[in-house]
């Protein structure tokens, strides 16, 4: 078993590793086009989710809806999440900002975090290197939310349940905001053992598995 980020890990199976069975990020261009995965194999397991935090004892906003939703990051004085060019935690707050067509409208308070950065207590004046207008900082959104330089955060819920007790979790965006970020299988056409391969595929989206992806705050095939 190996574990890797997800860039690293679709850009593996793109190379044509040796890896019995493959669960990479969507999209999954890469690994079709390479001719090293069966494409037939292609199983969807579970998607990530993006969760609205907000600092302990904070209101909680409505999230309910893409209307909600759009009021409640106007209203936010600093929004923290993680830089979608470098993590794919980022890909769904980018894309529902988007479609709610707030970018120009929140980039002075929107901190796009680096990911697994250490928490500087004096990253107060975030650096704008791109010249968008958005803020680029050396510290965590969680770091962020629980020192109060942060009033709303977008991570992946499975990355803060851990933490749960350090922030309140509202919620996750609705999917008429954004759609979850899937993570999908693939059996290697240089398996070893692809019988076993399949097997553990099919196990993965099986009930009890299922149950397990959802405990851990993602969302289940079925």
């Known amino acids: 078993v190996t574990y890797s ?3 690293t890990t679709t850009q593996s199976v793109a190379k044509g590793e040796a890896l019995d069975v493959s669960l990479v990020v969507a999209p999954v ?3 079709l086009t390479s001719g090293a995965v ?3 194999s292609m199983t969807l397991v579970a998607s990530y989710q993006t969760a609205v935090i907000v600092p302990k004892g904070a209101p909680k906003p409505d999230i309910s809806n893409a209307a909600a939703v759009k009021k409640a990051l106007l209203a936010a004085k600093a929004i923290g999440y993680e830089d979608p060019d470098f993590a794919s935690a980022g890909w ?3 894309e529902a900002i988007h479609n709610l067509g707030i970018g120009d409208q929140i980039a002075a308070k929107s901190r796009l975090c680096a990911n697994n950065t250490t928490y500087s207590p004096n990253a107060t004046n975030c650096s704008d290197p791109s010249g968008t207008g958005v803020t680029r900082s050396t510290f965590t959104t969680q ?3 629980m020192s ?4 709303i955060g977008l991570l992946y819920l499975s990355d803060v349940l851990v933490d749960k007790d350090n922030f309140t979790i509202v919620g ?3 999917r008429d905001v954004y759609t979850p970020t899937g993570i999908v299988g693939f059996i290697s056409k240089r398996a070893s053992d692809p019988a076993a391969a399949k097997a553990l595929l099919q196990y993965l989206t099986s009930p009890e598995a299922q149950a397990i992806f959802k405990e851990e705050g993602f969302e289940p095939h079925k």
Do not use: F, Y
């Open 38 to 40: 069966i494409p037939d």
């Open 92 to 94: 769904g707050p980018a």
């Open 29 to 31: 261009t890469g690994p």
């Open 148 to 151: 109060g330089k942060i009033d």
């Open 143 to 145: 770091k962020g939310l």
């Open 172 to 174: 996750v965006l609705p």
């Open 5 to 7: 980020g997800a860039r």
